[in-house]
Structure formats: structure tokens, C-alpha cells
């Protein structure tokens, strides 16, 4: 006997503005117009002959029956959502999914992901960079790398290494002008740096007892690498973190015009749930990644 089913999308409007009490944040979740939600809840309600909702003013409000099958359709979806997410960790007993900082990833670990493949061949990295700190209750990633003053609450944190500030620039940037002879000097060119750590130029211009330049002037980027790529391409001098221009210095693609750097009171994390203890996959990671930053460490001393 076929299912008489109201239509799927009826559904998980009504239910999602049931659960919000707001047609606008039922459309924001579902990434549709307020209007096409309110369509889908008319279209359930006359599908089904019963008014589920009373529009109001600042928002709705579900009549009795509304509740009812909102709390039915919503302990559905949970069923379904729980199913698929055992479905699909079923095939993916190989994959290891890695969230990064977006600098992190571009200028430090996949410079570096070939070496891990070589050792792990049979592990398949999944990637993701964001800014914002993991929850790993709701992220769907194995374990992630934590830039800040403190590990993540509640995680499995290891130390990987702290911040050292200098400034670096291409040296091309001296062909028609004289490298600065002291901090003091940095006045004449352009700061770059992240609109993330704004605060940078300003630390390191304070440790250097510079009082004469504003930290918070010149160009600034949605994320360092892209700050360090317009340091390559000679537009100003950049606030980097050391550890992400190694590379750059050693081939000479940048240089360090200055001898002043400064550590800051953050650092790199490697974090995992606790139960991630007992995946191999995790334990590959972290065995490598340590390796790594040792071998870094040691080499800048």
C-alpha cells in the first residue's frame, strides 16, 4: 500500500519554524526566501486541513495541533538524522577529517601533507580551514589545529609551538629604497597584515619601544596568507609568525630586515575529543604532526 505522505519540503518548513517560533530564522537555517517558508507551512496546513500556526506580529506561534506534530515531525527528523550520520561513518573508517586556520593550512600543513601521505597511504585527509573554534559535539572532524592563549575545554590539547612575531618582506621592496636601519624606520612603507591579528603590528611595534608609527594603518587582508603573498608581491613589509615563513626565508623569497621578534602568549594546538584516543588514524596524526614541529623547533635555534 503506498505512503500518503504531505511533501517533504512542507514538512521541514513547518517543523523548522515550529522549532525557531520565526519564519525568518526558519528561512535563514533552510537557506530559502521567508516567502517560499511560508508558502510550505500554507501548503502543509491545507494539505492536511488543520491551521498549524497563528501569524503574528513579531513572529508565529503553532496552535495545539501544530505543537503536537511539530514535536512528532521533529522526534522524526532526529531519527533520521541520527541513521544517516551512522550511515555514513560506515565507509569512512579511513578518512580523517582535519579542521585548520586558514593560514595554518595554506602556509604550514600542506606544504607538508605529502610527507604524511608518503608514511600513511592509507589514510584519506579531508581538510575544512575556519577561523572559529571547533565543537566537536557538532562538527563533523576527527580533530582540529587551535591557534589561541589556551587549549580547547573539555578536548584532548597538545602544545605544537608558540607565536614569534617578525617583520618580512620581499627583497625586491629594496630596489629603489633603502632597507629600514631600525624599527623606527618602518615608517617609510606599508604595513600588511591579517584583519585577524590586527593587534600584531601594534605588539611588535611596542616591544620595539616604537611610539611614532601606527600599528593600525596600511593593508590589511581577510587572512595572513594572503597577507604574506602581498609581501611576496612587494606592496609593504608583513607582520608573520615565523613558523610560516621558514621556508620562505631559508629559499630568500622573503627576508627578515630586522632582528627584533616577539613572542605572544598564543600558540598552536593539536585537539581531539577524548575518545579519539583509541582511533589509529588520530594516533598516526599525532605522532607525525609532533615530529614535525619538533624538527621545525629545533631547526629555528
Not at 73 to 84: G, H, M, N, P, V
Not at 192 to 215: F, K, Q
Amino acid at each position: 500500500m503506498a505512503r500518503r505522505l504531505p511533501p517533504l519540503n512542507a514538512l521541514r518548513a513547518f517543523e523548522a519554524t515550529a522549532r525557531n517560533g520565526s519564519l525568518t530564522r526558519a528561512a535563514q537555517e533552510l537557506s530559502v526566501t521567508q516567502g517560499a517558508v511560508s508558502r510550505h507551512v500554507s501548503q502543509l496546513e491545507a494539505w492536511l486541513g488543520v491551521a498549524l500556526c497563528q501569524r503574528l506580529r513579531h513572529g508565529i506561534e503553532t496552535t495545539a495541533e501544530g505543537a503536537s506534530y511539530a514535536a512528532t515531525l521533529r522526534a522524526a527528523f532526529d531519527l533520521i538524522e541520527a541513521q544517516t550520520r551512522q550511515l555514513r561513518a560506515r565507509p569512512t573508517d579511513n578518512i580523517l577529517r582535519i579542521k585548520l586556520p586558514p593560514t595554518f593550512a595554506i602556509r604550514w600543513f600542506v606544504p607538508r601533507l605529502a610527507r604524511f601521505h608518503a608514511l600513511h597511504r592509507h589514510i584519506d585527509v579531508h581538510i575544512t580551514t575556519s577561523h572559529q573554534q571547533v565543537e566537536f559535539d557538532r562538527d563533523e572532524v576527527d580533530l582540529c589545529i587551535h591557534s589561541g592563549p589556551a587549549p580547547i575545554p573539555g578536548a584532548i590539547c597538545r602544545r605544537l609551538f608558540g607565536e614569534i612575531l617578525l617583520p618580512v618582506c620581499s627583497p625586491g621592496l629594496f630596489r629603489n629604497a633603502e632597507p629600514p636601519r631600525d624599527a623606527a624606520d618602518l615608517s617609510r612603507f606599508v604595513l600588511l597584515c591579517s584583519m585577524h591579528r590586527a593587534s600584531d603590528w601594534p605588539d611588535w611595534l611596542a616591544a620595539a619601544r616604537v611610539a611614532t608609527i601606527d600599528g593600525n594603518s596600511g593593508l590589511k587582508f581577510e587572512n595572513s596568507a594572503l597577507a604574506y603573498q602581498a609581501a611576496v608581491d612587494e606592496l609593504g613589509i608583513v607582520m608573520a609568525q615565523r613558523a610560516f615563513v621558514e621556508d620562505d626565508l631559508r629559499t630568500g623569497r622573503l627576508l627578515a630586515p630586522l632582528d627584533l621578534r616577539v613572542e605572544t602568549g598564543n600558540a598552536y594546538y593539536l585537539a581531539y575529543p577524548k575518545g579519539g584516543q583509541a582511533s589509529p588514524l588520530i594516533a598516526a596524526f599525532e605522532a607525525w604532526i609532533v615530529q614535525e614541529t619538533t624538527q621545525m623547533e629545533e631547526a629555528a635555534r
